[in-house]
């Protein structure tokens, strides 16, 4: 069974950091990981994405300001977002890709106060 966990979100006045971390079991082998972000009455937008190689790709707004990485010997991603801003207020949702499926974790919550 393929669960995928996240945690590290919750509440943070602007400026400040946060620090997700997405753990993935039940999955043999993991191609490519990411964060999404659906804000209320939004879409589901990419916020970051790592290959199992180390190939990262940053949606623009979040280029210098987060950080994406995984452990694949731990099955666990992470998302290191600093300088946040109000409008990253969202749920994050991590994805996992493996051998053409798509798996979703359940999300967290990231609130940035003004």
């Known amino acids: 069974q393929v669960q995928l966990v996240e945690s590290g979100g919750g509440l943070v006045q602007a400026g400040g950091s946060l620090r997700l971390s997405c753990s993935a079991s039940?999955?043999?082998?993991?191609?490519?990981w990411g964060w999404y972000r659906q804000a209320p009455g939004k879409q589901r937008d990419m916020v970051a994405s790592?290959?199992?190689?180390?190939?990262?790709n940053y949606a623009d707004s979040m280029k210098g300001r987060f950080t994406i990485s995984r452990d694949n010997a731990k099955g666990t991603m992470y998302l290191q977002m600093n300088s946040l801003k109000p409008e990253d207020t969202a749920v994050y949702y991590c994805?996992?890709?493996?051998?053409?499926?798509?798996?979703w974790g359940q999300g967290t919550q990231v609130t940035v106060s003004s």
């Open positions: 790592i290959t199992r190689g180390g190939i990262t």
């Open positions: 039940g999955i043999f082998s993991i191609n490519a």
């Open positions: 994805n996992v890709m493996s051998f053409g499926h798509n798996y």
